[in-house]
């Protein structure tokens, strides 16, 4: 076990990022930013407005055209010498994001920043590989196809992986040749500014701005302008229609990740044996407390089978119960700090409705009261609720370390319960028969079917929602499509007329 | 107090101060991911509403002239109707495009139980849709919801 001092590398203020320096607010106003982890303010970030928002495109602007005639090569290098410093200052980093959002120590050394050093990475390698394409429509008549960059594209971030998430957004828009608008979340804005502090010279200036703020005063304008040329958002539903909205007034592309309710699928025959496969199902169980549960793809709702439901059930319940709370930068520490006091009502306020409806709770169940300078932050213990799936709790991503677990007969009516919910974003299929797994993850209405494993998320694999869940897919080589354009050249070597004229 | 929405004496209070610096407001009730779940103050006409909406409320709150319409998908309704929804506010950080965020608070949604899920007896609840009969005031009186 090894115990992680908190960062003392926070500047004590913030401001944008915009055109390679540092700019004040043009309103001159800052907010404070607490950690999770004990409830106190570390640093104050600019608050952002409409007028930091067209600076910081202009500044967008003045360098999107250099950046996209860029040879991919070079681009390239870029993200890979990002990826280098980053994976110089892992350790760094990885304490820089849990003291901001909260997470284990444990996850962001191990999942986190490499996961984001890897996706910086895999875009160079992609953009290297791309090519355009010919056609020949007749003798004399040849349509080059070549993708070209949107130019300057707003991406708005969530605060659940503040650097991931960046990450994702980031790397295919500069490997594509965009030059990029991005906010933070006002949760954790200032996370991405330490990274900066180490990359921030292997950007040409105004190719990566950052501008801070609230939703309302510096989200929205970057959402509204005319000059951004796509938005990329995840969030939840009704700021994602906001977002088509603005965009519709633009007529400007738009992906969005909005979130999920994803079922986890345990069929009987993974209780066939007391096996390692069933101790990395019952893992699979209880990744519903990664990140505390604030994932889009959380395994929020449990659907365990007849036959083995009582057994596995229990075991899961008592594999739940060794979660380890703590400390977020002790690497003991298997849940940390939740992000934000507002999240940790919200959690409160699902757990309540839960019990009114009547689900029983199996384990937790209420706020987790931590001693010490922990007193102050914001803990839930690792919660199993057992239902039914008309349930709110079955129906809304809680975002906490929340799972609703109910029972299924047969594969049919496993399908039917995991595609009775307003999403479509992950699902988990478990069983040992490849046919069974074949069918359900092909029957379910979602976007990533993590098929005998949970919560991976490696670069190459495509990522993104089925029904309400949003529109794209990110890492994956065709997010590039998401931030690029198609030229076509539509060229004649025919030496004579037409003769219509 | 409406049917289906409720408001508390916080909430208002918040919704009275936004109202005087942002003109008239609206509500929309968000789901999905991060900050999902949290109803969204814009300034009314803000967030365009559409046949997939439906109108659950038009609050009228103490102080504010006009009532404060709050919408929900109709899809997320149909999820939601065997609950009454309580506005309340909590100290936050920030959600969404909402306009409370800059003021350190954030609305929050308390639900209360109006009929098991379970229980299908019983007609659909349909919010009142007379445009002519918002609510009552419900400031004084708190919200029916079930707190912390």
Known sequence: ?501 | MSDLVAVTPAAAELIRSLRGQHGPLMFHQSGGCCDGSAPMCYPAGEFRTGSSDIRLAALTVAGVPEPVEFWISRAQWDLWQHTTLTIDVVPGRGSGFSLEAPEGLRFLLRSTLARRASDSSGEPRQPRQTAGSPSPPTAGGGGGGGGQ
């Not at chain 1, 280098?84 to 996850?107: V, Y």
């Not at chain 1, 079922?263 to 009987?268: A, S, Y």
């Not at chain 1, 700090?337 to 689900?359: F, V």
Request: hydrophobic letters at 40%; glycine letters at 10%.
């Open chain 1, 1 to 501: 076990m090894t115990r992680y001092d908190a960062p003392t590398h926070w500047q004590s203020r913030y401001d944008h990022f915009i055109g390679g320096e540092y700019v004040k607010p043009h309103g001159g106003r800052y907010f404070e930013n607490p950690t999770p982890v004990t409830g106190q303010p570390f640093c104050e970030v600019a608050r952002g407005t409409a007028e930091d928002v067209e600076r910081a495109i202009d500044a967008a602007h003045g360098a999107a055209a250099a950046w996209g005639r860029t040879p991919a090569a070079d681009r390239a290098l870029v993200l890979n010498r990002v990826a280098d410093r980053m994976q110089e200052h892992l350790q760094a980093l990885a304490i820089a994001e849990t003291w901001e959002n909260g997470k284990p120590i444990r996850e962001t050394l191990a999942a986190d920043i490499p996961l984001a050093i890897d996706h910086f990475r895999y875009f160079a390698g992609v953009i290297r590989a791309q090519e355009g394409s010919l056609a020949e429509i007749d003798d004399d008549t040849v349509a080059y196809h070549f993708h070209e960059p949107l130019g300057v594209v707003g991406q708005i971030i969530p605060w659940n992986f503040p650097l991931l998430m960046a990450t994702w957004k980031l790397a295919p828009a500069l490997a594509a040749g965009n030059a990029v608008v991005l906010k933070p979340a006002e949760q954790t804005p200032a996370s991405i500014h330490y990274l900066l502090s180490l990359v921030a010279d292997l950007l040409p200036p105004g190719v990566v701005n950052v501008v801070n703020g609230f939703g309302v005063e510096a989200g929205r304008p970057l959402a509204s302008s005319p000059r951004v040329a796509k938005v990329a958002f995840t969030g939840e539903t009704t700021t994602g229609r906001l977002i088509m909205q603005y965009a519709s007034e633009n007529i400007k592309p738009v992906t969005l990740e909005l979130g999920g309710k994803s079922p986890n699928i345990f069929f009987d025959d993974v209780s066939a044996a007391s096996d390692d496969f069933r101790d990395k199902a019952l893992e699979g169980f209880t990744m519903f407390a990664l990140n505390q549960g604030e994932v889009c793809t959380c395994p929020s709702r449990a659907l365990i089978q007849q036959g083995h439901y009582a057994d596995f059930l229990a075991a899961a319940v008592a594999r739940t119960r060794e979660i380890r709370p703590g400390h977020p930068l002790d690497s003991a520490t298997m849940v940390g700090a939740q992000a934000s006091n507002d999240q940790l009502e919200k959690i409160l306020s699902y757990l309540d409705i839960g019990r009114q409806e009547g689900a029983r709770v199996l384990t937790g169940g209420a706020r987790a009261q931590l001693d010490g300078e922990l007193s102050g932050g914001y803990y839930v213990e690792p919660t199993i609720f057992e239902g039914s799936n008309s349930m709110r709790i079955f129906q809304e991503e809680i975002f906490g370390p929340v799972v609703s677990v109910t029972s299924f007969a047969d594969l049919d009516d496993a399908v039917k319960i995991a595609n009775d919910t307003l999403y479509g974003l992950g699902a988990g299929v478990w069983t040992r028969d490849i046919n069974t797994a074949y069918r359900a993850g092909r029957a379910i209405q979602a976007g990533r079917v993590w098929t005998n494993c949970y919560h991976a998320y490696p670069a190459h694999a495509a990522f993104g929602g089925y029904k309400q869940s949003g529109i794209g897919r990110e890492n994956h080589k065709m997010m590039l499509d998401h931030y690029q354009q198609t030229k076509n050249l539509l060229v004649s070597y025919a030496p004579k007329k037409l003769g219509f004229f």
